[in-house]
């Protein structure tokens, strides 16, 4: 499947698109989509990402975004994607 991944990979490249990385199960089993193997790989290829919990409970929503935080720093990204006013903004972390 790894070619399959470095395949999905080139076309967000090709698309001029971001990946988001999804916390929402991080705190509870300390899994991320996608899986945190990926993101030195994603930030070596330059591809944008944006933080998101995709939680159904409000008391929840930003459950572990602290923590993937710190993994995006010590995978080499120096900000996220954010909607701000309608257009896509770099934060920084």
Request: overall charge positive; charged content about 35%.
């Amino acid at each position: 499947y790894q070619d399959q991944i470095r395949e999905i990979l080139r076309v967000i490249i090709d698309k001029g698109r971001g990946i988001e990385v999804n916390t929402k199960n991080w705190t509870k089993k300390k899994e991320l989509y996608p899986r945190v193997e990926y993101l030195s790989r994603m930030r070596k290829m330059n591809i944008p990402v944006m933080v998101n919990s995709d939680c159904h409970y409000p008391d929840l929503v930003n459950d572990g975004r602290k923590e993937v935080f710190e993994l995006l720093k010590q995978a080499g990204f120096k900000s996220t994607r954010e909607l701000v006013k309608g257009k896509w903004q770099d934060i920084a972390l």
